[in-house]
């Protein structure tokens, strides 16, 4: 059973930055394109940041592009995304999700059940 556990959440101020972590088990996470999406209330699930399985192609979502950054660590079954520079607008519950790093929410299969992240002005 593959399960995703999101976590490094918290609350911080305009201008400062979080860590999240993804800790990945149940299959051969080094096989696996991986994604980060976030929904705040009352909006769709928006793609954030996908990376592909060797870590060499990213992709960004405009809104982040220059101030969040996607990293895996394959040997400990870890995803991350370093946030800096955060926003009020990047309030929201960050997911992440295994099985693409295209900013296509279908073509993930395995999703984690979310931490918050909220930035106060």
């Known amino acids: 059973q593959v399960q995703l556990v999101e976590s490094g959440g918290g609350l911080v101020q305009a201008g400062g930055s979080l860590r999240l972590s993804c800790a990945a088990s149940g299959r051969t996470f080094s096989s696996y394109a991986m994604g980060w999406f976030r929904q705040a209330p009352g909006k769709e699930r928006e793609f954030v940041s996908g990376?592909?399985?060797?870590?060499?192609?990213?992709k960004y979502a405009d809104s982040v592009k220059g101030r969040f950054t996607i990293s895996r660590d394959n040997a400990k079954n870890l995803l991350y995304l370093q946030m800096n520079r955060l926003l009020p607008e990047d309030t929201a519950v960050y997911y992440c999700?295994?099985?693409?790093?295209?900013?296509?929410?279908?073509?993930?299969?395995?999703w984690g059940q979310g931490t918050q992240v909220t930035v106060s002005s």
């Open positions: 990376i592909d399985w060797s870590g060499s192609v990213t």
């Open positions: 999700a295994s099985g693409s790093f295209l900013p296509l929410v279908h073509r993930y299969d395995y």
